[in-house]
């Protein structure tokens, strides 16, 4: 079993900057691929942004390329999501996410671990 905690979500103005992390703990031995995912009101949670754990690789939706940056830090246990120039569209609750393998994955359905979310507001 893995646990996903996120934080740093908040209320933040168009065109600025937050830093969401994800706390990984658990049975982390082995391959795993971290994703975030986001969730506005009335609509379905969507795929933000994936890395693999031990490579590296990522890959993003193409709303956040070039804004937003996954990264990780193996020894900490910890992903990041640092999301720039934010848009009053970037409003969701954002979740962290994690599934066995190293494959990236852009489907939910494809993860087997999911945190609790946060909360991101930008304000127009």
């Known amino acids: 079993q893995v646990q996903l905690v996120e934080s740093g979500g908040g209320l933040v103005q168009a065109g600025g900057s937050l830093r969401l992390s994800c706390e990984v703990s658990g049975s982390t031995s082995g391959s795993y691929v971290m994703g975030w995912f986001r969730q506005a009101p009335g609509k379905e949670r969507e795929f933000v942004a994936t890395i693999t754990w031990s490579g590296g690789s990522s890959n993003y939706e193409d709303s956040v390329k070039g804004r937003f940056t996954i990264s990780r830090d193996k020894a900490k246990n910890m992903v990041y999501l640092q999301m720039n120039s934010l848009k009053p569209e970037d409003t969701a609750v954002y979740y962290c996410?994690?599934?066995?393998?190293?494959?990236?994955?852009?489907?939910?359905?494809?993860?087997?671990?999911w945190g609790q979310g946060t909360q991101v507001t930008v304000s127009s």
């Open positions: 996410a994690a599934r066995h393998g190293s494959i990236l994955h852009s489907l939910e359905k494809r993860y087997d671990y």
